[in-house]
């Protein structure tokens, strides 16, 4: 059973246009990690969400996490070519260590 | 530089033949895991180690095995490696602990079983 949904899983936009990916799931968690893997490297972490409602942002990057902890989304301004990658959600359920990790959302932006 | 270092980056291998992936880290982290990653499956926990001389199974376990004898090495091995074993392997670790941490990834081992 998939217990998390990442969308859309693919997306080939020009740069300079804004998009938004979104991490969604039924079941509610402690905290939710976004991470982004760029070809032949290993995933880095971009950001921790702990409590429902929180916003933060990374430059152009701004995250949300839902009000209830069972989603989160990404928001990408003016993307640039640099943003290209695959866009990974990472979230914990409880006090478990473990990490649930989605599929992801391939990003690729042109120049 | 704080970093994973993961050995090989690329192995093509034959059925049955013994082989090792190493995974070092120079962070002092207690957390280490070994993941693998594959096309509409997504990164599949193997093995995971806590703490030295301290591991448990992942999600996928099966034909792999582990060991944590120092703090910063935890190699991966596969004890007669089978085609179905062929991925993208990456090797985390982190700082350890209860709260949310941050995972630091090595580059990834590529391995082709034939």
């Known amino acids: 059973t998939q217990l998390l949904e990442q969308s859309p899983q693919f997306l080939s936009i020009q740069e300079g246009e804004n998009l938004t990916v979104y991490c969604n799931s039924s079941?509610?968690?402690?905290?939710l990690q976004w991470y982004r893997q760029e070809p032949g490297e290993g995933p880095v972490l971009l950001v921790t969400v702990v409590t429902g409602g929180e916003v933060k942002k990374l430059k152009r990057l701004t995250f949300q996490f839902g009000d209830a902890r069972k989603d989160s989304s990404l928001h990408i301004t003016a993307a640039q070519p640099g943003d290209t990658g695959l866009y990974l959600c990472?979230?914990?359920?409880?006090?478990?260590?473990?990490?649930?990790w989605g599929l992801g959302t391939s990003l690729a932006v042109n120049p | 530089e704080a970093q994973v270092t993961q050995n090989p980056r690329y192995l093509i291998t034959v059925t049955g033949k013994k082989l090792t992936v190493t995974c070092s880290q120079n962070?002092?982290?207690?957390?280490m895991s070994w993941y693998r990653q594959d096309p509409g499956l997504g990164l599949r926990q193997i093995y995971y180690?806590?703490?030295?001389?301290?591991?448990d199974k992942g999600d996928v376990p099966e034909g792999y095995k582990v060991s944590r004898k120092e703090k910063r090495n935890f190699p991966l091995i596969l004890e007669s490696p089978s085609p179905n074993q062929t991925s993208l392997y990456f090797c985390?670790?982190?700082?350890?602990?209860?709260?949310?941490?941050?995972?630091?990834f090595g580059e990834g081992s590529r391995l082709t079983v034939l």
């Open positions: 985390a670790s982190s700082l350890g602990g209860s709260q949310p941490g941050e995972l630091f």
């Open positions: 962070m002092n982290h207690e957390y």
């Open positions: 990472a979230p914990k359920k409880g006090n478990n260590r473990k990490l649930i």
């Open positions: 180690s806590m703490n030295v001389e301290v591991t």
């Open positions: 079941s509610v968690f402690s905290s």
